[in-house]
């Protein structure tokens, strides 16, 4: 949950920024704001990352099991499509 304290701070943090250059068309915050954004995107790899990786090994298996019975809903309703038409 850390990570997640991380990445909104990096968020908040840009504010002011998005503000000065959206707004008031100042250059330097925008320059700021792309740096900004290119950590974000660096720590959204890293967590990213680091989720598989702790899927992987085994971590919590809750998020799965939830996700298991979408998946099994929707394959039967694809084998219900209607057959193709026969060329004559």
Same mark, same amino acid.
């Given at each position: 949950?850390? @990570?997640?304290? $991380?990445? !909104?701070?990096?968020?908040? =943090?840009?504010?002011?920024?998005?503000?000065?250059?959206?707004?008031?068309? @100042? =250059?330097?915050?925008?320059?700021?704001?792309?740096?900004?954004?290119?950590?974000?995107?660096?720590?959204?790899?890293?967590?990213?990352?680091?989720?598989?990786?702790? /899927? @992987? =090994?085994?971590?919590?298996?809750?998020?799965?099991? $939830? &996700? %298991?019975? %979408?998946?099994? $809903?929707?394959?039967?309703?694809?084998?219900? !499509? %209607?057959?193709? &038409? /026969?060329? /004559?």
């Amino acid at each position: 949950m850390n @990570n997640f304290g $991380k990445l !909104k701070d990096l968020v908040m =943090s840009l504010e002011g920024d998005f503000e000065k250059f959206y707004d008031k068309q @100042n =250059s330097a915050a925008g320059t700021r704001v792309r740096k900004g954004m290119q950590e974000l995107k660096n720590m959204a790899q890293q967590i990213r990352a680091e989720v598989q990786d702790m /899927k @992987n =090994s085994g971590g919590e298996e809750a998020p799965a099991a $939830k &996700a %298991a019975p %979408a998946a099994k $809903k929707a394959a039967p309703a694809a084998a219900k !499509k %209607a057959p193709a &038409a /026969k060329k /004559k």
